[in-house]
């Protein structure tokens, strides 16, 4: 077998290490990678736990894994723990139980990425396992060898990959005789499976948007008149989509790495479209004389709406023929994913519109996918999200997989009326120390928005108003941001304020942020009080702290004055502290380049603070949920 190179994300390390077993050595999960056609060289981004109890059901495991990523992730290869030493013959007999389990089925490739973990069961610690050796398994001859791996940055994906997003309509229709469920779920498959059989046809097209590149599968020749080849690498896609005026579009923060490179992800968006006339059109009506059967019996006959929204990675290098093949694996997991919905949410005779969700949670380097029915309320699904959150290794006190988490992408943002994240793309506040800032994403609510003239008295309602996105785009709630009125009813409805502070113009503080957040979203809040504006420099490493473990914004009220605090660059050395403040009290239009550039929101030194008057800091916590 000729050397292989594998790159590997370091997410992977820390995911593999999250479910190691020492007292229960055996299969961890599915190694998920993303091969590259003109180098062959596969890229490792993630690991697919089990959640089975006993891991025995591998097949399914992986088939029920590859329902949530996008085309183009592939199950790469497998990941265990063993008290054996990592030698080649061990590593074959351990993947020809894999094999023997039907992962051959699942794994498309004969070459299988395996990690062995050797363990020690009488360490006290699973932290205490290693990580031992990598190695290329050859399902084909059973063979086993060692491999060389390089750990890559983060960064990698988006600079070597194209997202690529497929949208369009399909129709589900089937028919079976009431009151049999058996040949409901029979005749559910079936008209999928007739749904992706058509997906698959030579008459399906996939249109870029903004450009007139029409691609299609098995093509012998180019689909358009433009200088395009189907042998070209598929980034001279790019050159053919016409960008928007991006100087007449709302400035939105853009995200670097740690290198000041761009993180952003280049996304071809695509349209499913059907050729209706020609050979194409004609291959897909039955080659025989048509025949009319007439058979009386009762059965119900159904129709849904199928939305597809689809993704896939491809290497930026990889043929543009790789494109059209990608799609139609895309829509199809997505066609078996939204089957098992369908199956799985039928309930008194009534049929669900399954429908698609994308999400890129924090530390994920790439999209995850879950399709929820639309009958379902977010509270009914937790259960499911739970096997989400194990299966990809992501947190379990917070919500990540909820509808509002949805990743938004660049073509759904022109409509925001709220610049998002205002804080990105800031220079370094210039203390040299640990930088904690808000975690995930929040709208900028400031003065004279909504048509409401709140100049001198409303900076404290614009600071909860924030707050409250925050918590709306996390999943914690799906209230909308509450507006003025509706933050003074609420001070009323709990005793706070008397009838006739709703429709006033008086200011609100801390205590009041707090008690509304507790009424409108059922948020509890820590207050912190400090007698001046020059002690908030002693606060450095609790707002540290807040930043790391709750990730919320602070609203300060102080004197006449409210601000929200996004962030702390704090050292522990010298004690040398700078805030990130949002400041509600700006005025003009949504120009980031002008809020960032003036300052209203930017680092701040502890003089920015009055030190003849006394604050009150509103720190929200966090509910721990999914």
């Known amino acids: 077998m000729a050397a292989k190179i594998v ?38 981004v993630g690991l697919g736990a089990l959640v089975g109890l006993d891991g025995t059901a591998l097949q399914q495991e992986a088939e029920d894994t590859l329902l949530h990523l996008p085309a183009g992730i592939r199950l790469s290869g497998v990941a265990y723990t063993s008290e054996k030493p990592p030698t080649p013959d061990y590593v074959s007999s351990q993947c020809l139980r894999f094999v023997q389990a039907g992962l051959k089925d699942v794994i498309v490739t004969n070459e299988w990425i395996v990690q062995h973990i050797q363990v020690d069961p009488t360490t006290e610690s699973e932290g205490d396992a290693q990580l031992s050796k990598v190695f290329v398994y050859d399902s084909a001859s059973g063979s086993a060898t060692t491999v060389d791996v390089r750990e890559v940055e983060d960064s990698i994906l988006p600079s070597t990959t194209l997202l690529l997003r497929l949208q369009g309509q399909l129709s589900l229709e089937f028919e079976y005789n009431p009151g049999e469920d058996d040949d409901m779920f029979k005749a559910i498959e079936e008209g999928f499976s007739n749904l992706q059989e058509k997906i698959a046809t030579p008459a399906t097209i996939f249109h870029l948007m903004d450009s007139n590149v029409l691609l299609r599968q098995h093509e012998t020749v180019d689909a358009t008149s433009l200088p395009l080849s189907y042998q070209d690498p598929c980034h001279r896609l790019l050159q053919f989509v016409a960008r928007p005026d991006t100087e007449e579009l709302p400035k939105k923060g853009g995200s670097k790495d740690s290198k000041g490179r761009s993180s952003t992800q280049d996304v071809l968006s695509m349209q499913l479209l059907f050729q209706q006339t020609g050979l194409e059109a004609i291959a897909m009506l039955p080659s025989c004389v048509p025949l009319i059967h007439w058979e009386k019996r009762n059965f119900h006959n159904v129709c849904l709406p199928v939305s597809i929204n689809a993704t896939a990675y491809i290497h930026r290098d990889d043929p543009v023929s790789r494109v059209p093949q990608l799609m139609v694996e895309a829509v199809s997991r997505q066609l078996r994913g939204m089957e098992t919905c369908l199956n799985m949410h039928f309930q008194g005779g009534q049929f669900c519109v399954p429908t698609a969700y994308h999400f890129l949670a924090p530390g994920m380097p790439h999209l995850l996918t879950a399709v929820y029915p639309s009958s379902l309320l977010d509270d009914k699904l937790e259960w499911y999200r739970k096997d989400l959150h194990q299966r990809f290794s992501l947190p379990t006190d917070r919500p990540l997989l909820r509808r509002q988490n949805a990743y938004v992408f ?36 400031h003065y004279m928005q909504d048509r409401m003239n709140d100049s001198g ?39 706070d304020k008397p009838l006739k502070f709703v429709g006033s113009r008086k200011w609100i ?78 005025e003009g239009g949504e120009d980031l380049s002008v809020i960032q550039g003036k300052g209203w929101c930017g680092w701040k030194s502890v003089d920015f603070w009055d030190k003849t008057t006394f604050y009150n800091l509103c720190l929200p916590q966090r509910p721990d949920i999914i």
């Open 457 to 495: 008295w409303g900076c404290a309602y614009r600071s909860l108003q924030t707050i409250c996105s925050w918590f709306n785009l996390q999943g914690y709630t799906d209230r909308p941001v509450p507006t003025h009125r509706e933050i003074q009813q609420a001070l009323v409805d709990v005793g």
């Open 410 to 445: 660049p073509e759904d943002q022109h409509g925001d009326i709220y610049l998002t994240n205002t804080h990105e793309g800031l220079p370094p506040s210039g203390v040299k120390g640990d930088v904690t800032v808000v975690q995930g994403r929040y709208t900028y609510h």
């Open 7 to 44: 790159h590997m994300l370091p997410v992977v390390k820390k995911q593999v290490k999250q479910h190691v077993k020492v007292d229960d050595p055996g299969p961890l999960g599915f190694l998920l990678g993303i091969p590259s056609t003109k180098t062959g060289v596969t890229t490792v």
């Open 509 to 586: 503080g801390s205590i009041e942020v707090s008690t509304c957040l507790n009424q409108l979203l059922g948020v509890t809040s820590r207050i912190m009080c400090v007698n001046s504006g020059a002690d908030l420099g002693g606060k450095g490493r609790e707002l540290a702290l807040h930043f790391q473990t709750q990730g919320t914004p602070i609203m300060i009220g102080g004197g006449v004055l409210a601000h929200t605090i996004l962030g702390v660059d704090f050292s522990d050395q010298t004690g040398q502290i700078k805030f990130l403040v949002l400041d509600p009290h700006y």
